[in-house]
């Protein structure tokens, strides 16, 4: 080979290998931990508080589904489906208590900008409400309407405010069925040990062996 290619090729080789190190260790360029704070940043800028309340006051929850309703009432440490299907049994104390911790924390995963017309999004005539009572008479109010055109969420917003937000489908899913059984479920019942059968010692071997 000649000698000149074979020393501009050593030198393009070098300069690369200079260029990479230089990279690495001034860090040029965006790095995988800049861009995830950069990735969760954008996440919390789209993610908007629509309730902020403290979950321990609420003493009554209300759960409308069309001209449906169930009615939960805290009592003691107990809650009694005080309106809807069973009343005066006690309530589902864990789905009730779950969808009030999670509108007391509600949080959109986006919101719809200039939404002038609510039956585009189903809340003109709300398909389903939720209402928390608190203990001093304050209520929080929400409103649900239809899932959104590529089924990323429910559109959603406040009985007191015009903005209108996209939330996850579970709220809704999880409403619904509260309002079609609000009681508790039976405690099932353990079944009984199925007892182990003792086992017959079997005939005893009664061939002899001769005696060599």
Do not use: C
């Not at 260029?19 to 990735?39: C, E, H, R, W, Y």
């Amino acid at each position: 080979m000649n000698l000149r290619v074979t020393i501009g090729f050593v030198v393009v080789l070098v300069v690369l290998a200079v260029a990479v190190f230089g990279l690495d260790k001034f860090n040029v360029g965006p790095t995988q931990a800049s861009f995830s704070a950069a990735t969760s940043t954008a996440s919390a800028a789209a993610q908007v508080q629509i309730f902020q309340f403290d979950d321990s006051r609420v003493t009554a929850m209300e759960l409308h589904q069309g001209d449906s309703v169930a009615r939960a009432e805290k009592q003691g440490d107990n809650w009694v489906v005080a309106q809807g299907n069973g009343q005066g049994q006690p309530a589902n104390r864990s789905s009730f208590t779950s969808l009030i911790v999670r509108m007391s924390q509600l949080k959109s995963t986006r919101q719809v900008d200039n939404p002038s017309d609510l039956s585009q999004y189903g809340l003109d005539s709300p398909k389903d409400r939720a209402i928390a009572e608190l203990d001093d008479g304050t209520k929080y109010e929400l409103h649900l309407g239809t899932k959104t055109p590529v089924q990323t969420g429910t559109y959603a917003k406040r009985a007191d405010t015009a903005d209108v937000f996209v939330i996850a489908d579970q709220f809704q899913t999880d409403l619904e069925r509260l309002v079609t059984d609000p009681t508790e479920p039976p405690t099932p019942t353990p079944r009984p040990a199925t007892p182990i059968p003792a086992v017959s010692p079997g005939p005893a071997d009664t061939t002899a062996t001769p005696a060599a």
